[in-house]
């Protein structure tokens, strides 16, 4: 604006009308480039805050369990574990971890996770391109649908199932068919957040393992922007009274197949969040501070 004054008091009044219109397209310049700097800052996702929680208990968990997905159903934990041969779906006791009901998948599956919807368990598995129904109380089999890309992590919002397969990508699908409706990116401040693993719906935003990463993501389902973090570094040797040292030895699962921070499950009921890893000798429930 400086510039535009000084030059009127040395040039001709002839030349008014013109400078007036290129200060016109200079302030419209100006608001332009102004309004799209608003909408790049906009446009970046804000760095997630860290979310604090305090540790209420722990329980025994079985540590051949090579925990895929977690959930709470009537005050019991159901369990999805993996691996080629040691698949199974089972309902366990929380307080003393015992198995109370298991179902094996059969050694040519590698189950992962599973959700509970209108009294259906779904039950993914990572290659096989399958999702097993039961019903949640008999694990009595209620069919296979197909599905086209890899299986990890699964929960829902009433409505739709909602499925990572290891990307930054959240699917949303039609719980009859398995059919994707909808696909959200995930993504923070530093760009899109892959791995992600084992879901768990709780208070309308999802909650996600990342896979060979020690803490929780929280997502906004609206838009895919991790929001929130819960960090796990260094949690289960400090909070655990087991003996860890299996988890370290040569030639053991848990050094072959990686025993990672995996299992959110959350009983609305209690607002508690009980939270777990791949053959861990216990599961934990937390309370969000
Ligand atoms: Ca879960």
Redesign the pocket.
């Known amino acids: 604006m400086l510039f535009v004054n000084n030059r009127i008091s040395t040039i001709s009044k002839l030349h008014l009308p013109f400078i007036a219109i290129v200060y016109f397209l200079a302030i419209s310049c100006n608001n332009e480039s102004e309004v799209n700097n608003e909408s790049s800052i906009e446009a970046t996702t804000p760095a997630p805050e860290n979310i604090g929680y305090t540790v209420l208990n722990a329980f025994p968990h079985d540590t051949s369990a090579f925990t895929q997905?977690?959930?709470v159903y009537n005050g019991k934990l159901i369990e999805s574990t993996g691996l080629y041969g040691k698949s199974n779906l089972r309902y366990v006791d929380i307080k003393n971890g015992k198995t109370l009901k298991q179902l094996d998948n059969g050694k040519e599956i590698f189950a992962e996770?599973?959700?509970i919807l209108n009294d259906t368990v779904y039950q993914l598995s990572w290659e096989n391109h399958l999702v097993f129904l039961y019903n949640v109380k008999t694990f009595k089999p209620l069919g296979t649908r197909n599905w086209s890309y890899q299986g990890w992590?699964i929960?829902n919002d009433g409505t739709s199932l909602i499925i990572s397969d290891g990307t930054d990508k959240l699917y949303f699908a039609e719980p009859n068919s398995i059919k994707v409706k909808n696909i959200i990116s995930v993504k923070d401040n530093m760009g899109p957040v892959n791995n992600l693993n084992?879901?768990?719906m709780i208070d309308g935003y999802i909650y996600a393992n990342r896979w060979q990463y020690d803490y929780i993501v929280k997502i906004d389902p609206n838009n895919g922007n991790v929001i929130g973090t819960l960090n796990f570094s260094d949690f289960l040797p400090k909070n655990s009274k087991s003996d860890l040292s299996y988890l370290t030895k040569n030639n053991s699962t848990a050094q072959s197949n990686g025993a990672v921070l995996n299992?959110?499950?959350?009983d609305s009921s209690k607002k508690s969040i009980y939270i777990t890893g791949k053959l861990w000798p216990e599961i934990f429930e937390i309370k969000l501070q």
Do not use: K, V
Request: aromatic share 6%; hydrophobic share 35%.
């Open positions: 997905g977690l959930e996770g599973i959700t992590g929960t084992e879901l768990e299992g959110i499950a959350y």
